[in-house]
């Protein structure tokens, strides 16, 4: 992921569509590639996701037994911080509510850190991935999840921008605090919400 000033802006439109929140623009049909690392070579037949930290059982899935949950979809828009957005788009994957009920998280978490293979985390709060807001995805549009996108699997939290949605991802550590991840300690914002145009620390 690159940054980019604050001035840039991409394709204007006549008509704004509503589901852009400020200072995004319609990519259409296209899906940048961004990322702060190497892409990584991961096998689904060594991949596994844990839940660790401040849960009753902490616990690693691998492909196959994650994939043995009920499978859950997002249909919605995705938003950047370098201010694209993808609209109409759909991942299929487990909801992040369903490997929380099987880990039990503790009264005591608070926030969440993702974790990827490469390295890369990115802190949220706990209510930002429970309730609906969060997947774990490995299916974009019927097919596989394309490698430069974080496939085989990705978390995405679509109501934050997308760096939140951490690449590659391997799991995530609750905790009863707020841990700044890779872009946070960076300069970018700790929540990240698109429609309050929460882009970097101080907005």
């Known amino acids: 992921m690159k940054r980019f000033t604050r001035g840039f802006r991409g394709r204007g439109q006549a008509t704004r569509d509503s589901r852009l929140p400020p200072g995004q623009y319609d990519v259409g049909s296209a899906w940048p590639v961004l990322t702060a690392e190497a892409t990584p070579k991961l096998s689904t037949e060594t991949w596994t996701f844990k839940i660790r930290g401040l849960v009753e059982q902490p616990t690693t899935w691998s492909w196959d037994e994650i994939h043995a949950f009920a499978q859950s979809t997002f249909e919605g828009d995705i938003h950047c911080v370098t201010t694209w957005s993808k609209l109409g788009v759909k991942f299929s994957g487990v909801s ?12 005591t978490a608070t926030h969440v850190l993702a974790l990827g293979y490469t390295g890369y985390t990115t802190n949220l709060p706990l209510q930002d991935v429970t309730g609906g807001k969060a997947w774990v995805v490995w299916d974009y ?6 490698v430069e996108h974080g496939g085989p699997a990705r978390m995405i939290v679509p109501h934050l921008y997308f760096w939140k949605s951490a690449k590659w991802v391997s799991g995530m550590e609750l905790q009863d605090h707020n841990e700044p991840g890779f872009w946070e300690r960076n300069g970018y914002h700790d929540h990240g919400d698109p429609w309050l145009e929460q882009r970097y620390q101080g907005d």
């Not at 549009?141 to 394309?146: D, K, Y």
């Open 96 to 107: 992040v509510d369903t490997l929380l009920a099987a880990a039990r998280p503790l009264p």
């Open 141 to 146: 549009e019927g097919s596989p999840l394309p």
